[in-house]
């Protein structure tokens, strides 16, 4: 959890993807600090000339810019962190307050990392950090008077817009969590028509005219550092151009289409056999609110109505072994800090147990969304979750903590290279491991009884299961960012917000909505990472990275047998490999990560499709004669 200055690289809260996510600070921020913008020092040497425009001048300059963030990333983040776990106009004032300085220095020394780039004869290491300084803004501010503080007052109150946000359900008030919860556990459309339409009225609705007018600021403020436009700049951090990125994740999204289509005509079928006709006919798009969450970006809530019979039974219940278990939610965290330890990885420190939220605090309002924090660049490692005694949050919790276990292998790092090979990186850590969440690691923690493992006829539910959640995001994981760089360019213009994004979700997710909507909507806002500013490309490719990583574990291991069963549990050799990756932090293009622990340098579907394979032909078979597409 870093503040960075509003660089990405410091994104405030690395969120976990299957339950949400956090915002840079910068992004956030707000109100009162116009005067707070660049360190005298950093002043002083763009007038005075104390950092000459050489190749010394720019290592002098770099320095100076990495000890100043480093510094304000520790008082920024804890603000962040009061804010986000007390929400009151207290907090919200802090937060914006310093994300405002942390915006504009941002800008400055973005400009300035823009002039020192061009000086010849730089070594590669200040190269290096002069571009990813550059483009590491999520908003960036114009330099117009005033500019910084707006831009962050409407990033840090579209945050407390999603905060406060509630639904309700029977006409009577919840919260974002309990929608969340009943929106996987119901079954009447009628009841999950009602949560559905009121958290996106409700929490939507009120961000149109501020998101409208963020869009206006950050356009501007990415114009003045030399970029076409926000979306370009986000794409421009990948060690490529942002054509280049656009080219390699249209391609990634065609060598797994196929995979989802079937799933999707499935699914549909399921569903349609469930409600009928009137509720969910048998061909077209699926009505968004019968697919067990939210946003419809992960189905796995509703296997219990795709299961196919015999096959679908997978053999025992993940929620129910925790509940008959006892287990409460901090030896859930303890269960997931265990999985890195028996890689040969240092346990948490005491710290951690004693300044996480794990649970949900009473008598005030909180982001539960789960997210995991560095608050020193060093050791003060965090996690801020909700908690509940359920499979979901079991699998989020080893997700988040490999937030928490990459971001200490990198803390040797210099400043500007505190993060992740790329932000797709950083969520895959956790997903890959948490794709060891099998049943023979069920059985290794002592949760699953030996002779109650799955033998090889239940394959089918198992991997179905897992597609519901891995697969069936990946269209929602595209799309979100392709909604906001048509936004960032003007393709998709203010009038048309809400169409653009009903219109992207037909054309990816083959999903609509389960009532009319209209301008009068902003459904974008109903999810949390678009009033957060949270780039999400890096969730669509941690789904590709993750199985990636997941199958160079197993390969190591030895691993003997279908892929999608390994568990590599407890093996030192693929901690330590792994372990060289993560300490590379950003400090070398990602393709060299990739290299160190995979041994390519390309991001490929081909495991993700390995592991599917099974069920891609099975899926194929059961939809014989139906017609799918949408």
Known sequence: MKFA????????????????????????????????????????????????????????????????????????????????????DDTDALAAYFGTIGTEKGVNYAKEAARYAAVQGLDPDTARKLNILRGALVLAAPTTPGAAAELNTIS?????????????????EITGDVAEEQMGELRDPAKLQEIWTSWHNNVGRPMRPDYTRMVEIANQGAKELG????????????????????????????????????????????????????????????????????????????????????????????????????????????????????????????????????????????????????????????IKMCTKVNADDFVTIHHELGHNYYQRAYNQQPYLYLNGANDGFHEAIGDFVALSVTPEYLVQIGLLDRNKVPDASKDTGLLLRQAMDKVAFLPFGLMVDKWRWGVFDGSIPSSGYEAGWNQLRQQYQGITPPVQRSEADFDPGAKFHIPGN?????????????????????????????????????????????????????????????????????????????????????????????????
């Open 5 to 88: 200055a509003s660089v990405s690289l410091a994104a405030l809260a690395l969120a976990g993807c299957a339950t949400v996510p956090p915002a840079d600070m910068a992004a956030q921020a707000p109100a009162a600090a116009a005067q707070n913008e660049v360190p005298p020092a950093i002043a002083a040497a763009s007038s005075t000339g104390q950092f000459p425009a050489t190749p010394e001048g720019g290592r002098q300059f770099i320095a100076a810019v990495e000890k100043d963030l480093f510094d304000l990333s520790v008082i920024g983040g804890r603000a962040q962190w009061v804010n986000s776990t007390y929400i009151n």
């Open 156 to 172: 840090t109150r579209l945050q407390s817009t999603y905060g406060k946000g509630r639904a309700s359900l029977n006409g009577k």
């Open 227 to 382: 970029y076409a436009d926000t979306g370009a700049m986000w794409r421009s951090n990948y060690d490529m151009s942002p054509d280049e990125f656009s080219a390699m994740y249209d391609r990634l999204w065609s060598e797994v289409k196929p995979l989802y289509d079937q799933l999707h005509c499935y699914t549909r079928t399921k569903l349609n056999q469930k409600y009928g006709n009137a509720i969910q006919p048998a061909s077209g798009p699926i009505r968004a609110d019968l697919l067990g969450n939210m946003w419809a970006q992960e189905w796995g809530n509703i296997y219990d109505v795709v299961a196919p019979k015999g096959a679908g039974d997978i053999g025992y219940d993940l929620t129910d072994l925790l509940v008959r278990k006892k287990t409460n939610p901090t030896e859930m965290v303890r269960m997931g800090e265990r999985f890195y330890t028996s890689l040969g990885l240092d346990p948490l420190p005491a710290s951690f147990w004693q300044r996480s939220q794990i649970v949900r605090p009473e008598g005030r309002e909180v982001v539960c969304h789960a997210s995991a924090w560095d608050l020193d660049n060093k050791d003060d490692l965090r």
């Open 534 to 630: 949270t780039p999400y490309a890096r969730y669509f490719l941690a789904r590709i990275l993750q199985f990636q990583f997941y199958k160079a574990a197993c390969d190591m291991s030895g691993w003997k047998g279908p892929l999608h069963r390994c568990s590599f549990y407890g093996n030192k050799e693929v901690g330590a490999r792994l372990n060289q990756m993560l300490q590379l932090g950003a400090s070398k293009p990602w393709p060299e990560a990739l290299q160190a622990f995979t041994g390519s340098r390309e991001m490929s579907a081909k495991p993700m499709l390995e592991y599917f394979a099974p069920l891609q032909a099975w899926l194929q078979e059961q939809n014989r004669g139906k017609q799918c597409g949408w």
